[in-house]
C-alpha cells in the first residue's frame, strides 16, 4: 500500500529536550517536505527535500532541522524543543514534474512542549 | 495579507443543500490551484484540482476567476460524509518557487441530517 509514515503519532515533551520525528514514504517521491498546522493559520512549510542531500528552508524553519540521506526518509529534528512548537506536524511527498500538485499526507503527528 | 484567503465558517447545511466556498489569492502570478479536503484530525487530502475552463467531478465543481483572484468549490446535493474542512492551495509559481504550495487555512463545513 502506497503510504507515508511518521512516528511518533502523539509526543508530549519538556522544553529542551531534542527529538526526532521520522517519515517514511514508500511511493519512490522524490520530493518531501515537513507542515505544521495551528489553528487559524492552516499549513506552513517548515523544511523540503527535492531529493537525496537536498533540502531547504520553508516558511517557518526555526528551531528544526532535516535530513534527506535516504530517498524514502525525512526526519524532522527538534534540537531543543519550546512551548511554541507545540502543533500539529505533517510530513508530505510527492513526484516533481506534474504530479508535484498530488502531495500524499501522513497522519500527522501531535506534538505538546511543556 | 495572507497570500490564500478563506473564510473559516463553519458553514452548517442540511443534507442535501448546495453549498458554495470562495478563495481570494494574492499573488497574480499563481498559475495552479487545487482543493484539498481535511478530515477532523487527520491528513488533508487532495480532492480536485482547479482548471481555467472550471472542473466537475460528480457532486464537486470547482472554477476559477483569475480577474478577481478568487476560486470556489461547489458542492451540490451535500450528504453527511461531505462534513470537512476544504483548503484552498495555490502554486506560487514564481521564478524559484514553482515547487511551493501554499495553503489557506481552510473553510469548515458540517452537513446536518
Known amino acids: 500500500e502506497a503510504q507515508v509514515t511518521q512516528n511518533p503519532r502523539y509526543l508530549i515533551t519538556v522544553t529542551g529536550k531534542k527529538l526526532t520525528v521520522t517519515c517514511s514514504q514508500n511511493?519512490?517521491?522524490?520530493?518531501m517536505s515537513w507542515y505544521r498546522q495551528d489553528p487559524g493559520l492552516g499549513l506552513r512549510q517548515i523544511y523540503y527535500s527535492m531529493n537525496v542531500e537536498v533540502t531547504d528552508k520553508g516558511d517557518v524553519p526555526e528551531g528544526y532541522k532535516v535530513s534527506r540521506k535516504e530517498k524514502r526518509n525525512f526526519p524532522l529534528i527538534l534540537e531543543s524543543p519550546s512551548p511554541n512548537q507545540t502543533s500539529l506536524y505533517f510530513c508530505?511527498?510527492?513526484?516533481?514534474?506534474?504530479?508535484?500538485?498530488?502531495?500524499?499526507f501522513g497522519p500527522g503527528t501531535r506534538l505538546t512542549v511543556t | 495579507r495572507k497570500e490564500v484567503e478563506q473564510d473559516p465558517g463553519p458553514f452548517n447545511v442540511p443534507e442535501g443543500a448546495t453549498v458554495a466556498f470562495n478563495c481570494t489569492y494574492s499573488?497574480?502570478?499563481?498559475?495552479?490551484f487545487f482543493w484539498y479536503r481535511q478530515d477532523c484530525r487527520k491528513e488533508p487530502k487532495l480532492l480536485m484540482s482547479?482548471?481555467?475552463s472550471g472542473n466537475e467531478d460528480g457532486r464537486f465543481t470547482a472554477q476559477l476567476n483569475r480577474a478577481s483572484q478568487y476560486i470556489s468549490l461547489l458542492i451540490r446535493d451535500s450528504k453527511l460524509s461531505d462534513s470537512a474542512t476544504y483548503l484552498c492551495v495555490v502554486n506560487e509559481d514564481e521564478k524559484d518557487s514553482s515547487y511551493k504550495l501554499i495553503f489557506g487555512s481552510g473553510t469548515r463545513l458540517l452537513v446536518r441530517p
Open positions: 482547479v482548471y481555467s
Open positions: 508530505a511527498s510527492s513526484s516533481l514534474g506534474t504530479a508535484f500538485y498530488e502531495q500524499y
Open positions: 499573488n497574480s502570478a499563481s498559475q495552479s
Open positions: 511511493m519512490n517521491h522524490e520530493y
